[in-house]
């Protein structure tokens, strides 16, 4: 099989024109500036500079790095065309094979921005594979009604995931998939700005505070990432096998409500 060809200058400007139409056309008006790419002068043709490493257009404006330099000083209505450029690329992406060649779709995070609480859990199922939006199946509506105990409601916190596509059968998400998808998920947060995080299930919560703890022993204290509080409590899909662990995770989300100076729906005043 022969190598594959280098595109041709012609390719890469209509490649670039139909993503920049694409991100048009899903209501993206602003984009922050890449860098030039780095050029070379070879022996050969001294006078003609030769483009390495032709990346996507899009590529090196989602760096973590980059999201993290710019973040303070990006205004709401670039933070959210940032995160819609940002679900474009997630959606393309081709990082993990198995997960990308039995994917329906990816399925990136839905809320507001800077909300007051941020829902994280493991990766999508079935339902969210077929719908594109994470927890919207029985562990969904079940975070749902989580979410109203506590006085809120879902348009107002914001929801996402470890992963951006579903494990095959549902298992858990694989060391090397998690550290694939784990840039989306720091700038993600980035972007959102979420005064406070709530993991749900050891999944979540070890990969993002980098623990191998229990939920057990995690749950009950509060833990930090990049100067956001974390709290932890068990996933609503533990919870429709274990009725006995709701009272667990209400205690938990009382706790958290106290900490972010919230009331706690039917407290004693």
Known sequence: M????????????RQAREHLESLRAAGVEWLPTAPPPAVVVTAASPSLP????????????????????????????????????LAQRVSQCMRCAQLASTRTQTVFGVGALDPDLCFLGEAPGADE?????????AAGQLLNRIIAACGMKREEVYICNILRCRPPGNRLPLADEAANCRDYLDQTLELVRPKFLCCLGACAAQNLLGTTLSVGRLRGAFHEFRGITVAVTYHPAYLLRNEAAKKDVWEDMKKLLARMGKPVPGAKK
């Open 2 to 13: 022969s190598a594959e060809q280098p595109l041709t200058p012609e390719q890469l400007a």
């Open 129 to 137: 594979d077929r719908k594109g939006e994470p927890f919207v199946g």
């Open 50 to 85: 030769v483009v390495t490493e032709p990346a996507p257009v899009r590529e090196a404006l989602f760096a973590a790095d980059e999201a993290r330099s710019a973040g303070d000083s990006l205004t709401l209505q670039q933070r959210q065309a940032a995160l819609a450029a």
